[in-house]
Nanobody, 127 residues
Framework: QLVESGGGWAQPGGSLRLACAASGFNLDFYTTGWFRQVPGKEREAVSCIGGHGDTTYDIDSVKGRFAISRDNAKNTVWLRMDNLQPEDTAVYFC??????????????????????WGQGTQVTVSL
């Protein structure tokens, strides 16, 4: 099971940190990704990190603003989001897949290839 937390409201230029906590399995052996979705649009990958944190990948629109990291002792993956913009408003999901390739490969994979999904947390960026 994956559970997201840390969503909420922020002003443009503000920051939030999302957490994805796993239970029932060890995230060490999984690539973990953050995705987002707005109504009427397809879910998109945002950032991914390999099982041991050795590879990471971010989509162009969040590079330099978002940072994905993991704490295997806490079985948790974080997404630090700085300089938030209104276009970052979405429901953010985390997902996990058995780690056998790079973070970029999984971030660019089809959604059905991801094995576990959380329920999502809302992020709203507005004045």
């Amino acid at each position: 099971q994956l559970v997201e937390s840390g969503g909420g409201w922020a002003q443009p230029g503000g920051s939030l940190r999302l957490a994805c906590a796993a239970s029932g399995f060890n995230l060490d052996f999984y690539t973990t990704g953050w995705f987002r979705q707005v109504p009427g649009k397809e879910r998109e990958a945002v950032s991914c990190i390999g099982g041991h944190g050795d590879t990471t990948y971010d989509i162009d629109s969040v590079k330099g603003r978002f940072a994905i990291s993991r704490d295997n002792a806490k079985n948790t993956v974080w997404l630090r989001m700085d300089n938030l913009q209104p276009e970052d408003t979405a429901v953010y999901f985390c997902a996990a897949v058995t780690d056998w390739s790079t973070a970029q490969v999984f971030c660019e994979a089809e959604m059905y290839e991801w094995e576990y999904w959380g329920q999502g947390t809302q992020v709203t960026v507005s004045l």
